[in-house]
């Protein structure tokens, strides 16, 4: 096989050639160490694709999934020997990126063993045919993946913009820059105008909104919404020019290499297979299918993904599920949870990606019949505004849905929280508040499981957002936004915040790691998520983590 | 209280609901045709919203000593008789001939014999207990108290909700022991007051102002300086609660520059309040200017979203603000308002046009010009009389276009603020046209019924 071939053409010839293998070698050790195996005439299977980088350690979880997503059976990372890095450490990076993404695999149902780490040394020609040879034999004797090169595709739908722009009140505009002035993005970025965008729109200057960069950078927290005096739907109308922009190839600076969006993306193949029945811990009560009409589904949404692709931060989100169960037990309510349920498809939607969104909306409604679902919960107010607010718009939708907060509030006596008077204050999560309007019943509960609660300069309405929405453009606004937020939440005097969304929870907590541009004491904050303070609280788990059922 | 039927020459009487300049002007109007007028106020005081701003536009006159002698002349007019504190319980009857019953609420002060003294007042154990609502609660009064300086009837009146006896606490009631006449009378009881020959009623219950405590994004009620206008309106009264010295309220220094926000509350579907209030690209204006008058090196930012001063000598108006007072004017509704928590002072985020960006402004004291709502418990007064109210709950009225006083309900008619924000000219001048409409519907109702009127006889 040779290396000298340009980026693509391989791929053409390995057209229909099963089992397919990306081999991600690193320049000094393993790609010397193939190269050394095709001057050498080493035989070995041509199904492979090699691609050079310059160390093991630039292999992004997200480069793998891309892989897979574009038809690889199995993929291979090698890179030097341990203590061999030409960069000290990259190959321990790897080894640690390549252990998550494995689980990562196995939760899609993919299997572990797809992906493959070797260390191959530049005189090891033969250790590189052999590794191909026997994972090929490997890969063959498993089923074939079910994706057929599912490309990072633009919208095939074309948005009408005109009607975008009745639709989401445009007209309305009085242009007093009220959206602007209370936009924290415009306030960190002078380039960065909600108004002058839809005045834009109003010129109807539909190209030079789909091709600004900046129409990417809006948060779509509503901050705008919330204070504009016309009514002007600013957020829906970002969403429908992503689409719009995303038709002619347009997007924005993708945080994390993209590795959530081609979850989601993976998550739309109609074969995939997922791995969850392992989430919920199997002393809890769940069911299959809905019994009665009552009966509340529960999403449970990528928390378990999350889990995985941020351990690093050690927040446990991949307990949420866990919590929201055992509290839902607890009131009484066995939800009914779905082995084959999909991602709700929000960061696609607000990505622009409205194809694949749709894709999404059409399998997880099949399954919600199939369940006879005619509630549902969410413990994620991402899953929570997606389908009360844009599963509607995509399809038929007539299911009742609720946040964990709203169910629980409503049966706050039957939970039997052990007060602790505890001073905490409170994140409302955008999607959760200002999309929805749920603010009371979080507080609710936060009064009932016995906390003082203490607020933020901005909070309820005027809560400030955590700075990324839909992993899209993570930058110096963002992390400003973030540390501003811990300051604010540091001079309540709490040294808790709490938050219903995992990932107001992982970003503010993302915010507190390495090196600051202020003192550490001023917005080190410890973030707990919303359920495991309510699963604390009412004595399902002990305060160190450990369940006791 | 004049008696009726000196100066009467027609059988039929008309009612007026609400003693402010609207109903002021209506009721005088009328009077002074020979008709019989009883007019209804629910305050303590007539005089409405005129009577505690401080100066009017485009004039900058004085308006308490406008007002003051329209007051007293309405209340001495021997053809009018004006029932303070006093609220319409049932109106039965058609046009030409409506029964209206009035429930006069107790003073728990024999209006014949007191005279305004303030003795009471001076001694009451709770003497500046409770926050005054006629300085917009920024100054004080007893239980017993006057609403202001220059209210009419000069009579005062004892809070049932405040006074100590009344709420059958322990009291020894110095007040009974000040006054020489003998005028409190804690055995009152309200009373009811049938009006059997009203021929039409004029209904002008005016306004309040909308209180911005939800728009939570300017920080009114949680920041220490910003006021509303009709509360600026009392600092900068010489006869409000600082004597007309604007201060700020943590350090009591007056300001050195101060912010306008205009559209508070109006022109804003948050609220429900689609319209515009006519009135505050002029009020804002008059205060900044009142404020130069006071203090000549201060500064003044009104950020305005539309400049609205229509008619004649309001845009005139506006430019002499401009020019003469300094005035800056910034076209922009900030987004939000923030305090810096040392010094108090409060810093305006705005979407500078200019320049294009998000711009903050520092100012000492900030006045929102808040949003003009009809009068509260204006549905109930809607139901008695059958009339209409629209979504907003302005009265509603039967052609907007060529019946503009006429109410729903045939011989009742909507004056002034209670229909739509306006100014105190076209307030006035809404009241002398239901004037001449209530007397036209008496005529036309007393020659369809055969009746003679006396003028004819």
């Not at chain 1, 290396?3 to 050790?29: L, S």
């Not at chain 2, 004649?312 to 810096?340: C, L, S």
């Amino acid at each position: 096989m040779s290396a000298t071939k340009r980026k693509g053409e391989n791929v053409k010839e390995m057209e229909g050639i099963r089992p397919k293998i990306v081999a991600f070698c690193c320049n000094w050790c393993a790609y010397a160490g193939a190269d050394l195996a095709g001057v050498s005439r080493m035989q070995y299977p041509a199904n492979v694709e090699i691609i050079r980088t310059m160390c093991s350690g630039r292999i992004d979880p997200a480069f793998i999934l891309r892989a897979f997503e574009m038809g690889a059976d199995g993929v291979l990372v090698a890179g030097c020997h341990e203590a061999d890095c030409h960069y000290i450490s990259g190959n321990q990076h790897a080894r640690k990126r390549v252990e998550s993404t494995r689980e990562l695999l196995d939760l899609l149902g993919l299997g572990a063993e797809r992906l493959m780490l070797k260390w191959i040394n530049a005189n090891e020609g033969g250790v590189f045919a052999e590794t191909i040879t026997k994972f090929t034999e490997k890969l063959k004797g498993m089923k074939n993946t079910p994706f057929q090169n599912v490309r990072e595709r633009k919208n095939l739908s074309e948005v009408d913009f005109q009607q975008l722009v009745k639709n989401t009140g445009v007209y309305n505009c009085l242009e007093c820059g009220k959206c602007t002035a209370s936009c924290p993005v415009a306030r960190r970025d002078p380039n960065f105008s909600p108004r002058r965008t839809i005045e834009k729109a109003l010129e109807n200057l539909v190209d030079e909104i789909e091709t600004d960069r900046l129409l990417w950078s809006c948060l779509t927290c509503k901050m705008c919404e919330q204070r504009c005096p016309s009514g002007v739907q600013y957020c829906e109308f970002v969403q429908g020019a992503r689409a719009e922009a995303r038709r002619i190839n347009q997007t924005g600076k993708i945080s994390h290499s993209g590795v959530n969006l081609a979850i989601q993306r993976m998550h739309g193949v109609q074969d995939l297979q997922q791995n969850r029945l392992g989430i919920i811990d199997n002393k809890l009560k769940v069911k299959k299918k809905a019994d009665s009409k009552e009966d509340f589904l529960y999403f449970v949404g990528c928390a378990p993904y999350y889990q995985i692709l941020y351990s690093e931060l050690d927040l446990k989100v991949g307990e949420i599920p866990n919590h929201t169960v055992a509290l839902l037990n607890r009131v009484g309510i066995q939800p009914v949870i779905l082995a084959n349920e999909r991602c709700c498809g929000h960061d696609l939607l607000w990505n622009g990606d409205i194809d694949s969104f749709a894709q999404l909306v059409g399998m997880n409604l099949k399954e919600f019949k199939k369940a006879g679902a005619s509630k549902i919960v969410t413990s994620c107010p991402e899953c929570y505004r997606t389908l009360r607010l844009d599963y509607p718009k995509f399809g038929r939708f007539d299911l009742e849905v609720k946040h964990i907060s709203e169910v629980l509030a409503e049966r706050a006596g039957k939970l039997k929280f052990k007060s602790n008077g505890e001073k905490v204050t409170l994140q409302d999560p955008c999607r959760l508040g200002r999309h929805l309007g749920v603010f009371k019943p979080p507080r609710d509960l936060l009064e009932a499981a016995g906390a003082e609660l203490v607020e933020m300069e901005h909070h309820g309405p005027d809560s400030t957002c955590c700075g990324v929405a839909a992993w899209v453009n993570c930058g110096m606004c963002s992390k400003s936004m973030q540390l501003q937020r811990l300051r604010e939440a540091r001079i309540t005097g709490a040294r808790k915040i709490i938050t219903p969304c995992l990932k107001c929870s992982i970003h503010l907590t993302c915010a507190q790691t390495g090196e600051l541009p202020i003192p550490r004491e001023e917005v080190e904050m410890e973030v707990v998520d919303f359920t495991r303070y309510l699963a604390e609280a009412a004595g399902i788990i002990s305060p160190n983590g450990g369940g006791e059922g | 209280m004049a008696t009726a039927g000196a100066n009467v020459l027609h059988d039929k009487e008309v009612m007026v609901i609400g003693g402010g300049v609207c109903g002021i002007q209506a009721a005088l109007d009328l009077a002074d045709k020979g008709f019989q007028v009883r007019m209804v106020e629910r305050e303590p005081t007539i005089g409405g919203r005129m009577a505690i701003l401080d100066k009017v536009f485009p004039t900058n006159d004085c308006s308490i000593c406008i007002l003051a002698p329209k007051m007293i002349m309405c209340y001495n007019h021997p053809n009018i008789d004006v029932h303070t504190y006093a609220e319409v319980k049932k109106v039965e009857g058609k046009a030409g001939n409506f029964n209206v019953t009035v429930l006069k609420k107790p003073r728990y002060v024999k209006e014949e014999d007191c005279t305004g003294c303030g003795d009471c007042m001076e001694v009451c154990t709770l003497k500046g207990q409770f926050p005054n609502k006629w300085d917009a609660n920024l100054g004080r009064r007893g239980a017993v108290y006057m609403p202001f300086l220059q209210a009419v009837p000069r009579i005062a009146v004892v809070s049932e909700e405040d006074c100590l006896t009344l709420r059958k606490e322990k009291c020894k009631m110095p007040c009974v022991r000040a006054c020489q006449r003998k005028a409190l009378d804690f055995k009152q009881k309200p009373v009811e007051i049938k009006f059997d020959r009203i021929g039409a009623i004029i209904v002008a219950t005016g306004l309040e102002e909308y209180d911005p405590s939800e728009l939570s994004e300017y920080g009114y009620g949680r920041f220490t300086n910003v006021v509303t206008a009709m509360e600026y309106e009392r600092l900068i009264n010489a006869s409000g609660p600082t004597g007309g010295h604007v201060h700020r309220f943590n350090d009591h220094e007056r300001p050195r520059r101060m912010g306008f926000i205009q559209c508070v509350g109006a022109r804003d579907l948050r609220v429900d309040h689609p319209y515009c209030c006519s009135v505050c690209c002029m009020y804002a204006t008059k205060d900044a200017m009142l404020a130069r008058e006071h203090y000549p090196d201060i500064e003044s930012y009104i950020f305005y979203t539309d400049m609205r001063a229509f008619g004649k000598g309001f845009d005139e108006y506006i430019r002499r603000g401009r020019e003469e007072y300094g005035i800056k004017y910034i076209r922009a509704k900030p987004g939000e308002v923030t305090e810096d928590p040392e010094t108090k002072n409060l810093f305006i985020w705005y979407d500078d046009l200019e320049s294009g960006r998000t711009r903050s402004l520092e100012v000492e004291f900030l006045v929102l010009s808040t949003a003009f709502v009809p009068y509260s418990g204006v549905e109930n007064l809607a139901k008695t009389l059958g009339v209409e109210v629209d979504q907003y709950g302005f009265f509603k009225v039967k052609d907007q276009l060529l019946w503009p006083l006429d109410s729903t309900r045939e011989g009742i008619l909507v004056a002034g603020a209670c229909q739509n924000p306006m100014d105190v000219t076209d307030a006035v001048q809404q009241g002398g046209g239901a004037a001449n409409r209530a007397a036209e519907i008496i005529a036309l109702a007393s020659e369809g019924s055969g009746e003679k009127s006396k003028a004819k006889r």
